[in-house]
């Protein structure tokens, strides 16, 4: 073949991959730009093209069907300066700065999320946490104990089914209502796997279950898509209450996690968590250790996401996990150590194990505690994000 016809039919290839949205490695992004507090309905600023950006850079941005399917990333405000901050798989970026991506992703690694990229990894605590952020609440004083990057906002992964909960519960559906999981439940965007076929029909009450135990992604997706008004709706419902919450830095575009765009800081999700924690039924299935469901195909059995469930030491009230590679491994817990009521916050570590081994050096810690005052570990670049100490507060 002619040295013409090679490159003609590559190009043919490669026009064929693009208009399906399959060229290129998903890589997402932040852009921070000042401005008012947004709504969910905002649009997000679009970075320009670089000049000298390499054809294989402007290849990598997703196009065609997949990309028309994203919602749109709406900002969230981040910080005492209202900053706001976006997340969005589709706005191109520098060459340089998208390099380290594209060669973990050539090497068959896994892609770095977000905080690596801004080096929230980089912040050493007394505690050796491999978690990048971290918070632990003392719930009855409301007291911070422990924090690391506390206001960073992040992809949250699966720690959204805490607040599609909260939406569902507050609306006073009935839960007996058999819902039909369908197509548009089906991941298509990162083609995650589910034992819940479509044509299965579970009630309410038990999609709820599966959601907040085992973090069935069809489930929450059909928990939104029944909601009176449908999904625009339910996702509407889901950014009010984050403001009721007084969730200042978090926003939300869908029920499951999976996209990149649900974001938050461990300040907001520990008033989440706390919040979540005054529903019994969120408490009950968050925490229960197993389920078994009849899909109508055979009877299904499900386990919780979270090791320590089923562990006698501990005594926990609400929990949610969570992973995307945007996000890392995260975990948010209300848990009582010592006699003491606290929400922990762990987010944005490498290793799913690390929910396991972070969550035991806060309890050591926290049994260890007694009225030293409060430890704080911020970012140290970070500081124009930080509020003014409290009396008592230092860095560690």
């Not at 997402?28 to 294989?56: H, M, Q, V």
């Not at 819940?196 to 009450?205: A, S």
Request: glycine residues 6%; charged residues 25%.
């Amino acid at each position: 073949m002619a040295g013409g016809s090679r490159r003609g039919w590559r190009r043919a290839c490669v026009a064929f991959l693009i208009s399906f949205g399959l060229a290129g490695v998903f890589q997402p992004t932040l852009a921070i730009a000042s401005g008012k507090r947004a709504t969910a309905n905002d649009e997000p600023a679009r970075a320009k093209k670089p000049a000298a950006a390499s054809r294989t850079s402007r290849a990598a941005a997703p196009t065609g069907s997949s990309a028309r399917r994203k919602a749109a990333r709406a900002p969230v405000e981040s910080g005492a300066k209202r900053v706001k901050v976006f997340v969005d798989t589709r706005t191109k970026v520098a060459a340089e700065a998208r390099a380290p991506v594209a060669d973990s992703a050539r090497a068959g690694q896994a892609r770095p999320s977000i905080g690596h990229a801004f080096g929230l990894h980089d912040v050493e605590d007394p505690l050796s946490l491999e978690s990048a952020v971290a918070l632990v609440l003392d719930q009855r004083s409301g007291e911070v104990l422990f924090e690391k990057n506390s206001r960073a906002v992040l992809p949250i992964a699966s720690i959204s089914k805490l607040m599609t909960a909260i939406v569902v519960l507050d609306a006073k559906l009935p839960l007996d209502e058999m819902l039909e999981i369908s197509e548009a439940d089906v991941d298509t965007e990162r083609f995650t796997r589910s034992r819940l076929r479509t044509g299965t029909r579970l009630t309410r009450d038990e999609l709820l279950h599966l959601a907040l135990m085992s973090s069935e992604n069809r489930a929450a997706h059909a928990l939104g898509r029944h909601y009176p008004g449908g999904m625009p709706a339910f996702v509407a419902q889901m950014n009010r209450k984050a403001q009721e919450l007084g969730m200042t830095s978090s926003g939300f575009v869908e029920p499951t996690g999976l996209s990149s765009s649900n974001v938050s800081s461990a300040r907001d999700l520990a008033l989440l968590v706390q919040a979540a924690s005054r529903y019994p039924l969120i408490r009950e299935y968050s925490t229960a250790s197993a389920l078994s469901v009849d899909t109508g195909r055979r009877t299904e059995s499900y386990r919780n996401t979270n090791r320590l469930i089923d562990r006698s030491d501990w005594e926990i009230g609400v929990q949610k996990t969570g992973f995307i590679s945007e996000a890392g491994n995260c975990v948010v817990m209300q848990a009582r150590i010592a006699s003491r009521p606290v929400v922990m916050v762990l987010l944005d570590a490498e290793q799913r194990t690390a929910r396991v081994s972070d969550s035991l050096r806060i309890r050591q810690w926290v049994e260890g505690l007694g009225t030293s005052g409060v430890r704080r570990v911020t970012h140290p670049d970070d500081e124009a994000q930080q509020p003014a100490r409290e009396p008592g507060a230092h860095n560690v």
